[in-house]
């Protein structure tokens, strides 16, 4: 029988002063201070991992979480034997987000974004607001299929070009709505788009990866893995589009090292991005803590041509303090480019040995371990973590009759804040 849940006790640390903050319900960023991302400092140092019927909440103890929201999955780890052998690796553990119920996998939107979701919106309060969040798309099909299914307001700010995303196996309830930022445009659009809709005062900003729920509800992906493997791995390889992900990856491996029952190594952090879409692969690979120029017209093009459409992040958290420059830096981490080509390769050895489909970017991820087991970059009795961070759309889709979220407000992409205004206040 599932045991009562029970909120958990945390505080928000500033990296920059190191004061901690009781969580005022929202809190983005420490007030007047220098940008950094805040983190969580839970009171349970060892981590407790509840009964599987808590779905994602069993891992509550390192989640800022008020409450446990319907229809969760957490992510789910094993050792992979075929994928393995072929790359000569002994101990390759696969931490898997998706559908894939043989395995226990049970996402229904396919994709570790609902980890995101399922913890950003427990942590919200009762205030009447409406939720914003900009997404290159599995964010968006992960937060609308959260807040419809637990009564949630949301706005969703996407671009044009990525709705086929936004499939769901049933219709969504009326309290969710989408606006995109039209053709041609790409996820720094839909921030923009979002930034100005979360002027108005009956909209609330997601945050990104400043909201400490997202990164921690990430996070969850390595909490699988440790408690699993029994030990924090060596190597961590994930494709990243803000970078989010890795950082939240970072911040848990300090956790566990102050849990002190899993090991005393740092998780070696080798991320990937999609060529030719290298912003933060560039300007890392420059030994630069500043992102290098980037022309926007040059950016689109660039996005149009990756295969992981989601790994199209502008302006990801990067530079900033707490952020993917520093927890590279700590980790002794690497940034690898992948071709469309090698993705695709990828995808078609892992369906062979692993038996499962791979959404693009974690197509991208598993290309780039084998790039580094063929340069010989990871050692083969290492342990390595692959983060899938998406399978089974394809086994999902199967046979089912999908809905598509269809836009209710289509914008130009670099709309007035007069337009925004008068355009949405007609939707809620």
Not at 313 to 334: H, W
Request: include cysteine; charge should be neutral.
């Amino acid at each position: 029988m599932m045991q009562p849940f029970e909120t958990t006790n945390y505080k928000i640390r500033s990296l920059i002063s190191g004061k901690e903050f009781e969580d005022t319900g929202w809190l983005l960023e420490a007030p007047g201070e220098s940008p950094s991302l805040l983190q969580s400092v839970y009171a349970k140092k060892q981590l407790e991992v509840r009964d599987d019927a808590f779905g994602f909440y069993r891992f509550a103890d390192w989640l800022p979480v008020r409450r446990m929201l319907n229809g969760s999955s957490a992510p789910v780890t094993y050792k992979s034997e075929r994928l393995a052998n072929v790359l000569g690796l002994s101990q390759l553990f696969i931490t898997l987000s998706g559908w894939w119920p043989e395995k226990g996998a049970l996402m229904k939107t396919c994709s570790f974004k609902e980890t995101e979701a399922y913890s950003v919106c427990a942590r919200l309060n009762e205030s009447g607001k409406v939720l914003v969040v900009a997404s290159a798309g599995n964010t968006a099909r992960s937060f609308a299929r959260v807040c419809s299914d637990n009564d949630i307001p949301l706005l969703l700010c996407v671009p044009e070009d990525n709705i086929d995303a936004l499939w769901f196996d049933e219709p969504l309830k009326d309290h969710v709505k989408l606006i995109v930022s039209r053709s041609g445009s790409d996820y720094f659009d839909a921030i923009h788009l979002s930034n100005l809709a979360c002027r108005l005062e009956q909209f609330l900003p997601e945050g990104g990866a400043k909201n400490i729920a997202r990164r921690d509800g990430m996070a969850t992906t390595v909490l699988s893995a440790v408690t699993t493997i029994g030990r924090i791995p060596d190597y961590y390889f994930q494709a990243v589009g803000s970078g989010t992900g890795a950082i939240a990856a970072w911040e848990a491996g300090k956790r566990f090292l102050e849990d002190g029952r899993y090991g005393n190594n740092k998780m070696k952090l080798m991320v990937s991005q999609n060529a030719p879409f290298l912003p933060m692969h560039d300007a890392w690979k420059a030994r630069s803590r500043e992102m290098l120029p980037l022309d926007d017209d040059l950016a689109r093009r660039q996005v149009e041509e990756i295969g992981a459409k989601v790994l199209s992040n502008r302006k990801p958290p990067y530079s900033i303090a707490g952020g993917l420059f520093d927890a590279l830096t700590d980790t002794g981490g690497d940034i690898l480019a992948v071709t469309n080509a090698q993705a695709r390769e990828a995808d078609r050895l892992f369906r062979e040995t692993e038996g499962i489909d791979l959404h693009p970017a974690a197509a991208v991820a598993t290309a780039s371990l084998i790039d580094a087991c063929r340069k010989k970059q990871v050692e083969k009795d290492a342990v390595i973590m692959l983060n899938i961070t998406g399978a089974g759309e394809e086994r999902f889709m199967k046979g089912r009759r999908l809905n598509y979220l269809k836009p209710s407000l289509i914008f130009d992409i670099n709309p007035s804040m007069e337009e925004v205004r008068e355009r949405l206040i007609q939707l809620f």
